[in-house]
């Protein structure tokens, strides 16, 4: 059965230094999805993205935020200047339309 | 008011209970509704979409009233399997962003 992967699974940073967090959506779908999850917290949306521009995003996807397909098969989120409040499960997610399925997500620790 | 509000919770209840959750919604456009299940560290996992005639998968039957604004979850004979946090998700659009509820943690128990 096709999925959504993600790498990498953990990544530690230090504060101020950029993340680029990779993802494999399946490979007929045509929408695409960042949400992050603080430790505790509920999912948050990022940003959708389809036809190779951002559809919509949510107000924590700021300046320091981009999403890139940069080739048929990745998608991925950047980071510019990674903040304390920036750790946090980062979950990928892509759908044809419908229900969406999630990649197994990203750990990022910012120090 | 949230946009997606669920049951606080936490439910605790024996093997073979019947357990049910509650989920209102605010916004009166929104399109898609979704139960997910989510493992403690783990993605969320589509448990089944909700549709207003009502939809039954196995032991899992999930309701949705628009005029109410609310959907409903009902899980037969819990199993210890069952054991996660279920998460209410509600949609916009059909493929646009995806508002998820704080979630509801159930826990069955031997």
């Known amino acids: 059965e096709p999925e959504v992967t993600q790498t990498p699974s953990h990544q530690v940073t230090q504060m101020g230094q950029e993340v680029i967090l990779r993802c494999v959506p399946i490979?007929?779908?045509?929408?695409f999805y960042w949400y992050r999850q603080i430790l505790g917290q509920k999912v948050e949306f990022l940003v959708s993205?389809?036809?190779?521009?951002?559809?919509?995003k949510s107000e924590i996807f700021d300046d320091q935020f981009s999403v890139e397909r940069p080739d048929g098969s990745n998608f991925t989120l950047k980071i510019r200047s990674t903040k304390l409040e920036d750790s946090a499960m980062y979950f990928c997610?892509?759908?044809?339309?419908?229900?969406?399925?999630f990649g197994p997500g990203t750990r990022l620790t910012v120090l | 008011r949230k946009e997606v509000e669920q049951d606080p919770g936490p439910f605790n209840v024996p093997e073979g209970a019947t357990v049910a959750f509650n989920c209102t919604y605010s916004n009166s456009a929104s399109q898609s509704f979704f139960w997910y299940r989510q493992d403690c560290r783990k993605e969320p996992k589509l448990l089944m979409s909700v549709y207003s005639s009502g939809n039954e998968d196995g032991r899992f039957t999930a309701q949705l009233n628009r005029a109410s604004q609310y959907i409903s979850l009902l899980i037969r004979d819990s199993k210890l399997s069952d054991s996660a946090t279920y998460l209410c998700v509600v949609g916009r659009t059909n493929a646009g962003k995806s508002t998820f509820g704080d979630g509801t943690t159930l826990t069955v128990k031997p």
């Open positions: 490979s007929n779908h045509l929408y």
């Open positions: 993205f389809y036809n190779n521009e951002i559809s919509e």
């Open positions: 997610a892509s759908t044809p339309g419908g229900e969406q399925f």
